[in-house]
């Protein structure tokens, strides 16, 4: 007989799989449909990024955590194109192959970051809040500063003060039970926000 924790892992991982291609698919469908002040949301990686880490949240040890977060970016990419191609665009095999690789880059940062911040002590769970913060962050920067002009700068704004949000909140969240410690915690936190942040923003400058 199978191992129950076993099949519960594969379930995790198959909604994990059904999930991204699901947000995927209306990612795509999105884009033409949103209204101006929220025409980023069907380009930006931010939505992605707490899909999967919305979906990490849900693994019992870290190296689940890491696979959830890759395949659930993974299967974004995958949906997203498949929807494209279903409704007639040309698909770009070098954008797919990209992303996909993109998706293997940054799927472990966030499935670490989502364990971590789950599962240990409230300092390691802080750097985890400060690097799925810090990935908000910098994309909202590189919003204000080089799609102000296209995009609207509200939205931006709003993304960027959730970065930080969640960065602040969850980590005095699981420092709750320490106040003492939650201060250097929380310089800890925001310090891997600001160091996340910039390395995110210097990524969004290769052309």
């Known amino acids: 007989m199978p191992d129950l924790r076993d ?8 909604l994990a799989v059904v999930v991204g291609l699901v947000a995927g698919a209306a990612t795509e469908w ?9 025409e980023p949301l069907g380009n930006t990686a931010a939505p992605w990024v707490l899909v999967a880490c919305a979906l990490a949240l849900t693994a019992r040890r870290t190296g689940e955590s890491l696979m959830i977060a890759v395949l659930t970016l993974i299967a ?26 993109a998706s293997l880059a ?12 789950r599962h240990r002590e409230r300092t390691m769970a802080g750097i985890g809040a400060g690097v799925l913060g810090g990935l908000l962050v910098g994309e909202a920067v590189h919003g204000l500063t080089k799609l102000s002009l296209s995009t609207p ?25 320490h106040f003492l410690g939650s201060v250097s915690t929380l310089v800890v936190s925001l310090a891997t926000c600001v160091m996340v942040g910039l390395c995110t923003l210097v990524v969004y400058q290769v052309p």
């Open 30 to 38: 999105s884009v033409p449909h949103l209204p101006f002040a929220l």
């Open 153 to 177: 700068t509200l939205y931006w704004h709003v993304q960027l003060a959730l970065g930080i949000g969640l960065t602040v909140g969850w980590t005095l969240w699981r420092a709750r039970r």
């Open 7 to 14: 099949t519960q892992v594969s379930a995790r991982l198959a």
């Open 106 to 117: 940054i799927g472990p940062l966030v499935g670490l970051a989502t364990a971590w911040l």
């Open 76 to 101: 974004l990419v995958l949906g997203f194109y498949v929807a494209e191609a279903y409704r007639g665009w040309p698909v770009s095999r070098h954008q797919v192959a990209f992303w996909c690789a």
